[in-house]
Nanobody, 125 residues
Framework: QVQLVESGGGLVQSGGSLRLSCVAS????????IGWFRQAPGKEHEGVSC????????YYADSVKGRFTISRDNAKNTAYLQMNSLKPEDTAVYYC??????????????????WGRGTQVTVSS
């Protein structure tokens, strides 16, 4: 059974930082591409960042480039999303996903495999 458990969300002021974690089980983590998606109130899901199993290569939505950093620790079956210079528009539920397709703008990314339950990130102005 695949499980993705996110943590690290919370309430932070504009300009602050948070580090999200995603612990995976039931998959061969080191061979799995991992992504972070988010959903703001009243909006569709959008891709934020992806990290491949090989190299690894990283991908970012334009809205977070230069502010967010994705990483992974295969020994711990864990992926991370370091979020700096947070803005109120980053407020959303953030989800960890497996095997995303991270092509084009973040709004076009897809993830049709496994999703975690999400962690809430709220950025106050």
């Amino acid at each position: 059974q695949v499980q993705l458990v996110e943590s690290g969300g919370g309430l932070v002021q504009s300009g602050g930082s948070l580090r999200l974690s995603c612990v995976a089980s039931g998959i061969t983590f080191q061979y799995t591409t991992i992504g972070w998606f988010r959903q703001a109130p009243g909006k569709e899901h959008e891709g934020v960042s992806c990290i491949s199993s090989a190299d690894p290569s990283t991908y970012y939505a334009d809205s977070v480039k230069g502010r967010f950093t994705i990483s992974r620790d295969n020994a711990k079956n864990t992926a991370y999303l370091q979020m700096n210079s947070l803005k109120p528009e980053d407020t959303a539920v953030y989800y960890c996903v497996t095997d995303p397709v991270c092509l084009g703008p973040g709004s076009k990314w897809t993830a049709r495999n496994h999703w975690g339950r999400g962690t809430q990130v709220t950025v106050s102005s």
